[in-house]
């Protein structure tokens, strides 16, 4: 019988501004990784905030979780959901990824204060009433429109 699959997502912020060629180079080594262990998923990068979902089996994301809080690319990590799931939702990649303005996130239905710069991404899905629900929905989004 094979190991169920989960869903992981956290937010974080990185502990100095990324460039592309600095992110290239982290979605690369990611991406290896996440091969190996049959990990699939979605990051985002926005401001210095990392928003991230992984999916595979139990144990395999939690040895790749440890590895990303241990990360000194990023600090005030926070896990927002951790669910068993039936099908992965971003199976087609090793690890998707996009770079986020304020333009991209005001696309986002019901986002617009972001772009009034009264919130950052973190600010709003660390104060949504259901932040996995927020989570989803933004990650479900830039999916989307990849």
């Known amino acids: 019988m094979s190991e169920s699959l989960i869903h992981l997502a956290y937010i974080s912020q990185a502990t100095t501004l990324m460039d592309d060629s600095q992110l290239e180079r982290l979605l690369e080594k990611a991406r290896e990784n996440n091969l190996e262990k049959d990990i699939t998923g979605m990051l985002l990068y926005s401001d210095g905030a990392f928003l991230q979902i992984i999916e595979g089996t139990e144990n395999n994301l939690n040895d790749t979780y440890d590895i990303i809080v241990q990360d000194n690319k990023h600090h005030r990590i926070t896990q927002l959901f951790k669910k ?15 770079r986020l303005s304020s333009d991209d996130i005001g696309d986002i ?18 104060s949504s009433k259901d932040s996995a629900a927020t989570t989803y929905k933004v990650l479900l989004f830039f999916k989307r429109a990849a």
């Open 109 to 126: 239905p019901g986002m617009n204060h972001i772009l009034e710069g009264t919130e950052s991404l973190e600010d709003y899905i660390l």
């Open 84 to 98: 068993p799931i039936t099908e992965r939702d971003f199976g087609d990649w090793t690890m998707g990824y996009r």
